[in-house]
């Protein structure tokens, strides 16, 4: 043991290691799990942006294209949230069929299981075009392929489990659901009251060794059609028949549906969005051992592994779900605007409707840059729990501010519902987005900096091991090396954000094809080394008490997680060639990105307990103050009017959406055809408004107009007339026993929502 150990750092290790708080077992197994990315270059406080650069971006197969043009379209096609909410409760069994037909609960598993074999990216880009057309059918498709017995038996099953199982998952022969949330026990896996008690029992008319379940779940996507239940429950062995250590941990097993004891069917009704989701129960319900996921070497495991496999399902589902939401909330807003007049004028033409406007611009395209840029490193086998996080809470948060944002405009049109109502199924999801899969308020106050703290930062996961090892010397040795790197790396870290700090970033790093993005990369390098200096400093100054200051972990994560998608903004530019039209998108996006980090470091520095810390951190980074201003009301309106005129920007935008295509009388439809009419007519409405004349008739009768242009005029006013209505109803459609109305020919009158024997049909 060299001087520096022995009489240096052994006496810090020891104070060290009585301030940490011990790390409990899920919190090292969720630490463990995945690896790191981008994340971790953000930790570093000089991200290499060469290597950003290089990722190669995310694409899809000729396949995986065709499959979006075949049957992905032809699905969309099949879908009509109306009838599926308000009529059927449940998708039509037809729907159902064509999704088995089709495999696309097999999207993930390889083709050498009979799936689809599909990229993240092709993952996403079906839930992105489903979702614009059903909330109901996205969420029903994309749970098999993100956190459930699929990924899970990929990663972890034996060779036997995976034999048996893919090839009927991928089929749709069994429908999976994954029990994870308790009624005790949501994000608080160390809660679970959901036991597994080893012991003997009768299967297949043997006695054999195995493990007596009981449990209680609720919440659980697809439990009342499933036929296969992916369970996680504490497994015990109070008669030590496998060893001697009597609780094994949070393990993981996957249990047919009819096996004896257990109770599922009933539904829950997540925001009037029917998508099939319910409890699902258990009592003294026996399954040998082979049950377990990964066999008996993944006993006590299954924390690790359910935290393996959502850094890759929360990375995919919800964010593409909530992008697609936002790029379907900027379209149509976009298109209401220009189509709905006042005071003779677009409304879209009014600042305070345009302040609207960019906002909705400028969301779609962020969520959509990092979407795909998260896509990329999946595909690239990158999976970070923080990333997943990331995307999982800010995709959805943001996707709530655009579907408000396209509310404010539509006002009216967006509250009656009915079928002219394109906009209130997202407006219903938007909370479901926000709570599943890890409630967001944990999410953002927790997740994203504590594990980020920890598995991204250069040392202090070294640190940690190096304090939790049992061999006292060797924890010394490793401590010393990782504690000194530790210092300067934050020596380093402190000159070099000292220096962007007083010069506004304006001699940072920036990549050399960069160009006059250079700006944007230098203030990201810039914030990168700021927030790795107070990241140290909270570190140092809370020590293990940070965990329990919510509101600073929050706004530390709120910073990473701005970075991360800023990042995002920027690959996304290169990506599309750099397209000068898009530009003001990439300037106001950053706009709006460094005010909220400004913000977030200034109320981060007001509230950090330490003064001296906060105090010595403002004059080496801020001295000048951290707030920004946020986009000038110009580059807000350029953004605005991105969405107000066809343009190979407005389409880029919004790639990937489902917009009616095969249902002519669908309200998108309706919408689509209203927005190229009015566009295509406003010469011919402007000139008539100089004229001081308002009808079409008149115009054409003083020669102002031919008769076409007049023909032309009345079909885009009724055409925006269709679109501006909103639905009335019958009001015997509202007595007892009644059904709402639609316009489907040969609607059944009375709600269905009878549970469908999917196994049966299968």
């Known amino acids: 043991?060299?001087?520096?150990?022995?009489?240096?750092?052994?006496?810090?290790?020891?104070?060290?290691?009585?301030?940490?708080?011990?790390?409990?077992?899920?919190?090292r197994e969720a630490i463990e799990a995945g690896n790191v990315?981008?994340?971790?270059?953000?930790?570093?406080?000089?991200?290499?942006?060469?290597?950003?650069?290089?990722?190669?971006?995310?694409?899809?197969?000729?396949?995986?294209?065709?499959?979006?043009?075949?049957?992905?379209?032809?699905?969309?096609?099949?879908?009509?949230?109306?009838?599926?909410?308000?009529?059927?409760?449940?998708?039509?069994?037809?729907?159902?069929?064509?999704?088995?037909?089709?495999?696309?609960f097999g999207m993930i598993i390889p083709k050498e299981y009979g799936g689809l074999g599909f990229s993240a990216f092709a993952h996403s880009e079906v839930i992105r075009k489903v979702s614009t057309a059903s909330v109901t059918g996205a969420v029903s498709i994309m749970v098999p392929n993100s956190l459930g017995p699929g990924e899970l038996l990929m990663q972890f099953g034996t060779k036997e489990q995976r034999d048996y199982w893919l090839p009927r998952l991928a089929r749709g022969e069994e429908i999976p659901c994954f029990g994870l949330t308790s009624p005790d026990a949501g994000s608080d896996a160390a809660a679970m009251t959901d036991t597994g008690v080893v012991t003997r029992?009768?299967?297949?008319?043997?006695?054999?060794?195995?493990?007596?379940?009981?449990?209680?779940?609720?919440?659980?996507?697809?439990?009342?059609?499933?036929?296969?239940?992916g369970l996680?429950?504490?497994?015990?062995?109070?008669?030590?028949l496998l060893g001697k250590k009597e609780d094994l941990g949070i393990t993981v097993a996957l249990i047919p549906a009819d096996t004896p004891g257990v109770m599922r069917g009933e539904r829950h009704i997540p925001a009037m969005t029917f998508f099939q989701n319910g409890p699902v129960h258990?009592?003294?319900?026996?399954?040998?051992?082979?049950?377990?996921?990964?066999?008996?070497?993944?006993?006590?495991?299954?924390?690790?592994?359910?935290?393996?496999?959502?850094?890759?399902?929360?990375?995919?589902?919800?964010?593409?779900?909530?992008?697609?939401?936002?790029?379907?909330?900027?379209?149509?807003?976009?298109?209401?605007?220009?189509?709905?007049?006042?005071?003779?004028?677009?409304?879209?033409?009014?600042?305070?409707?345009?302040?609207?406007?960019?906002?909705?611009?400028?969301?779609?395209?962020?969520?959509?840059?990092?979407?795909?840029?998260?896509?990329?490193?999946?595909?690239?086998?990158?999976?970070?729990?923080?990333?997943?996080?990331?995307?999982?809470?800010?995709?959805t948060y943001r996707m709530r501010e655009s579907v408000n944002d396209a509310y404010d405009i539509h006002s009216g049109k967006a509250v009656i519902d009915g079928p002219k109502n394109y906009l209130g199924n997202l407006y219903r999801a938007v909370p479901v987005g926000i709570t599943v899969e890890g409630a967001n308020i944990l999410t953002r106050n927790l997740m994203i900096y504590g594990q980020g703290a920890i598995r991204a930062h250069p040392f202090i996961l070294k640190e940690m091991m190096a304090l939790s090892e049992t061999d006292r010397d060797k924890g010394i040795r490793e401590f010393d090396e990782a504690f000194w790197g530790h210092v300067g790396h934050a020596i380093k870290?402190?000159?070099?954000?000292?220096?962007?700090?007083?010069?506004?970033?304006?001699?940072?790093?920036?990549?050399?094809?960069?160009?006059?993005?250079?700006?944007?990369?230098?203030?990201?390098?810039?914030?990168?080394?700021?927030?790795?200096?107070?990241?140290?400093?909270?570190?140092?100054?809370?020590?293990?008490?940070?965990?329990?200051?919510?509101?600073?972990?929050?706004?530390?994560?709120?910073?990473?997680?701005?970075?991360?998608?800023?990042?995002?903004?920027l690959k996304r530019f290169e990506v599309d060639g750099k397209p000068a039209a898009d530009r003001p998108l990439v300037d106001y996006t950053f706009a709006r990105g460094t005010k909220a980090?400004?913000?977030?470091?200034?109320?981060?520095?007001?509230n950090l307990p330490s003064r001296p810390a906060a105090w010595l951190a403002k004059f080496m980074l801020f001295p000048f103050g951290a707030r920004r201003s946020g986009p000038s009301d110009k580059l807000a309106q350029t953004c605005a009017e991105i969405l107000l005129e066809p343009s190979?920007?407005?389409?880029?935008?919004?790639?990937?959406?489902?917009?009616?295509?095969?249902?002519?009388?669908?309200?998108?439809?309706?919408?689509?055809?209203?927005f190229k009419l009015v566009v295509e007519v406003e010469p011919l409405r402007r000139k008539l408004r100089e004229a001081k004349v308002r009808n079409p008739d008149e115009a054409a009768k003083k020669g102002l107009i031919s008769e076409a242009e007049a023909s032309r005029l009345k079909e885009a006013e009724a055409a925006a007339d269709l679109v501006i209505a909103v639905d009335a109803f019958p009001g015997e459609a509202f007595t007892h026993g009644s059904a709402l109305p639609d316009e489907r020919d040969n609607a059944p009158s009375a709600a269905a929502s009878n549970v469908h024997d999917l196994k049966r049909t299968a």
């Open 493 to 569: 870290n402190a000159f070099r954000a000292m220096g962007r700090g007083w010069t506004f970033g304006r001699f940072a790093p920036a990549p050399e094809e960069a160009g006059d993005l250079a700006v944007h990369y230098r203030q990201l390098s810039r914030y990168s080394a700021a927030f790795a200096v107070v990241s140290d400093l909270a570190l140092l100054t809370l020590g293990g008490s940070l965990k329990r200051k919510e509101r600073l972990s929050a706004r530390l994560g709120d910073i990473l997680s701005e970075l991360y998608l800023l990042s995002a903004t």
């Open 232 to 240: 996680a429950f504490k497994m015990k062995d109070p008669d030590h």
């Open 1 to 27: 043991m060299s001087f520096r150990a022995r009489f240096i750092t052994r006496p810090l290790f020891g104070w060290a290691r009585n301030i940490l708080p011990p790390m409990s077992e899920t919190e």
């Open 282 to 395: 258990g009592e003294d319900v026996f399954v040998p051992l082979s049950a377990i996921i990964g066999g008996e070497e993944q006993i006590g495991k299954g924390w690790k592994m359910l935290m393996s496999a959502l850094a890759a399902g929360r990375g995919i589902s919800l964010p593409s779900l909530s992008s697609a939401a936002a790029s379907f909330a900027a379209r149509t807003t976009g298109a209401y605007s220009r189509i709905r007049h006042q005071f003779n004028l677009p409304v879209g033409k009014f600042e305070g409707v345009q302040e609207h406007l960019a906002q909705l611009a400028g969301t779609a395209y962020q969520l959509d840059a990092a979407r795909r840029m998260t896509c990329a490193s999946l595909d690239q086998g990158y999976k970070s729990g923080v990333i997943a996080a990331i995307m999982k809470a800010h995709a």
């Open 201 to 229: 029992g009768m299967h297949d008319g043997e006695e054999v060794l195995g493990i007596r379940l009981n449990f209680s779940k609720r919440y659980i996507t697809l439990s009342p059609i499933a036929t296969v239940i």
């Open 648 to 674: 190979e920007t407005r389409e880029r935008l919004t790639s990937g959406l489902y917009l009616g295509e095969g249902q002519p009388n669908a309200a998108i439809s309706h919408l689509e055809r209203a």
């Open 37 to 104: 990315w981008w994340d971790a270059e953000l930790f570093t406080g000089t991200p290499d942006w060469e290597r950003l650069l290089a990722t190669p971006p995310a694409t899809l197969t000729e396949e995986e294209q065709a499959f979006l043009d075949g049957p992905v379209a032809e699905l969309c096609e099949k879908l009509d949230d109306w009838h599926i909410n308000w009529k059927l409760h449940d998708l039509p069994q037809e729907v159902w069929d064509f999704i088995r037909e089709k495999r696309f």
């Open 597 to 606: 980090i400004g913000t977030a470091f200034a109320e981060l520095l007001d």
